[in-house]
């Protein structure tokens, strides 16, 4: 989930998310251990009981049944890609084009509840995804757009495709599951303990 959340060359739990959670851990004085895996992955470690605190992710009313969430962390636009070679996509570009999002996740919602004439096309990550909509496998793609031009700096292809309509700006919070009220406090306070400058750093 670069440029949130990733592994390093070192083999080291690295990001955004990262950062801010180690500077809430400092704040708080409690020690955060990562777990790092798919979107999918870190959805059922939820659901399971592998993690106590989901690092960032978007509100909805399904997840709410299950989840309780923080106060907002972050704010993440998402928006439509297409080749270099079109016009920037729009939402009234998508009836009946193949649409390429991720599976499980808020945008593949949106576009469900607010676009039904498009045909969504689902992936597990983003990198695949990018790599259909060169080859013409699909014809836009739906994703968060710092995740999406990081993804595209990395494979070199940032030329290739041409960003369009920002459909939705999201807030990020953090999550527990539901029932764990005091867990909650301390996530909220900590991110409100973080100095305003050590948050722009991290940013």
């Given amino acids: 989930y670069a440029p949130f ?7 080291e ?9 180690n500077a809430w851990s ?12 798919d979107w999918q992955g870190t959805l059922e470690a939820m659901r399971k009981g592998y993690a106590d605190i989901h690092s960032g992710l978007f509100f909805s009313d399904e997840r709410d049944w299950w989840l309780d969430f923080s106060a907002p962390i972050h704010l ?3 928006a439509l890609y297409g080749p270099a070679s079109s016009a920037s996509p729009t939402a009234a570009d998508l009836n009946g084009k193949r649409v390429g999002v991720l599976r499980g996740t808020f945008q593949q919602g949106y576009l469900q509840d607010n676009v039904p004439g498009a045909e ?7 990198a695949p995804m990018v790599l259909a909509l ?7 793609l739906f994703n968060e757009v710092i995740q999406t031009d990081t993804t595209l700096a990395r494979l070199g292809y940032a030329g290739l495709v041409r960003r369009g309509e920002t459909l939705i700006t999201n807030e990020l ?8 009220a005091d867990l909650l406090d301390t996530i ?16």
């Fill in 134 to 140: 060169l080859k013409g496998e699909i014809d836009y």
């Fill in 188 to 203: 909220n306070y900590g991110f409100e303990s973080i100095p305003k400058e050590e948050l722009s750093r991290i940013e």
């Fill in 76 to 78: 993440i636009p998402s």
């Fill in 5 to 11: 959340s990733f592994i390093s060359p070192l083999g």
């Fill in 13 to 21: 739990p690295s990001g955004l998310l990262v950062d801010l959670w």
């Fill in 120 to 126: 969504l096309v689902l992936f597990d990550v983003d």
């Fill in 26 to 37: 400092e704040e708080t004085g409690r020690t955060v251990r990562f777990r790092l895996s």
């Fill in 173 to 180: 919070f953090a999550a527990v599951g539901q029932g764990k």
